[in-house]
C-alpha cells in the first residue's frame, strides 16, 4: 500500500528543545514538501527538496532545517530558533518538482510548552 | 506570483442542502487549480483538478468545480451535502510553466459544516 507515513500523530516538547518530525513516502517520488498550518492561515511552506541530496527554503524556514540522504525519507527539525513552534505540520511528496499534483501524510501536532 | 482567495472563512449549510465554496486566484502565469479537503486532525486529500481541457471538472464524493478564466474562478459545488461532508476545504493553484519558483499556493480554507 503506497503512501506517505509521518510519525509521531503528536508530539509534546519543552520549550529550548530541539525536534525532529519524521516523513517517509513510498510512492518513488523525487519531491517532497514539508508546511506548516496554523488556524485560520491554510499551508505555509518550509522547505521543499526537488532530488536527493538537494532542499530549497519556502516562505517560513527560519527555525527549521531538513535533510534529504534518501529519496524516501525527508525528515524536519525544529530548532529552538523557532518562535512560534506549536502548529500541525504537513509533509507532501509529487512525482517530480512542478508536478500537478501533490500526496500529503495524515500529519504530526507539535506542542511546544 | 500566485494568491488564492477562499472568500468564506465559514460556511454552515442544512444536510441535503447544495452548497458552493468560492475560490478566486491571480496569476501571471497559466495555472493548474485543486481543491483538497481535510477531516480534522488529519492530511489533505485530493478532490478534484483542472489541468486543461473541459472546465468542468468532477471529483470524488460528488463534487464538482468549474474552471471561469475571465473571472479567474474555481468554485466548488455540491447539489447535496451530507453531515460527512463537515470538514476544511482548500482552493490551491500550481503554475504550468516548471521552473525554480513553482509553488503550491493555497487558499486560508473554507470550514464547511453540515447540520442535521
Known amino acids: 500500500d503506497g503512501g506517505i507515513t509521518q510519525s509521531p500523530k503528536y508530539l509534546f516538547r519543552k520549550e529550548g528543545q530541539n525536534v525532529t518530525l519524521s516523513c517517509e513516502q513510498n510512492?518513488?517520488?523525487?519531491?517532497m514538501y514539508w508546511y506548516r498550518q496554523d488556524p485560520g492561515q491554510g499551508l505555509r511552506l518550509i522547505y521543499y527538496?526537488?532530488?536527493?541530496?538537494?532542499?530549497q527554503k519556502g516562505d517560513i524556514a527560519e527555525g527549521y532545517s531538513v535533510s534529504r540522504e534518501k529519496k524516501e525519507s525527508f525528515p524536519l527539525t525544529v530548532t529552538s530558533a523557532q518562535k512560534n513552534p506549536t502548529a500541525f505540520y504537513l509533509c507532501?511528496?509529487?512525482?517530480?518538482?512542478?508536478?500537478?499534483?501533490?500526496?500529503f501524510g495524515p500529519g504530526t501536532r507539535l506542542t511546544v510548552t | 506570483a500566485q494568491s488564492v482567495t477562499q472568500l468564506d472563512s465559514q460556511v454552515p449549510v442544512f444536510e441535503e442542502a447544495p452548497v458552493e465554496l468560492r475560490c478566486n486566484y491571480s496569476?501571471?502565469?497559466?495555472?493548474?487549480l485543486f481543491w483538497y479537503v481535510q477531516y480534522p486532525n488529519q492530511g489533505l486529500q485530493l478532490l478534484l483538478k483542472?489541468?486543461?481541457?473541459?472546465?468542468l471538472v468532477k471529483g470524488i464524493n460528488g463534487f464538482e468545480a468549474e474552471f471561469n478564466k475571465s473571472q479567474t474562478s474555481f468554485h466548488l459545488r455540491k447539489p447535496s451535502v451530507h453531515l460527512s461532508d463537515t470538514a476544511e476545504y482548500f482552493c490551491?493553484?500550481?503554475?504550468?510553466?516548471?521552473?525554480?519558483?513553482?509553488?503550491?499556493?493555497f487558499g486560508k480554507g473554507t470550514l464547511l459544516t453540515v447540520n442535521p
Open positions: 507532501a511528496s509529487s512525482i517530480q518538482a512542478g508536478a500537478s499534483e501533490q500526496y
Open positions: 510512492l518513488n517520488h523525487d519531491a
Open positions: 527538496s526537488q532530488i536527493v541530496n538537494d532542499f
Open positions: 496569476s501571471s502565469v497559466s495555472v493548474y
Open positions: 483542472y489541468l486543461s481541457g473541459s472546465t
Open positions: 490551491a493553484v500550481n503554475p504550468t510553466l516548471r521552473g525554480s519558483n513553482y509553488k503550491l499556493t
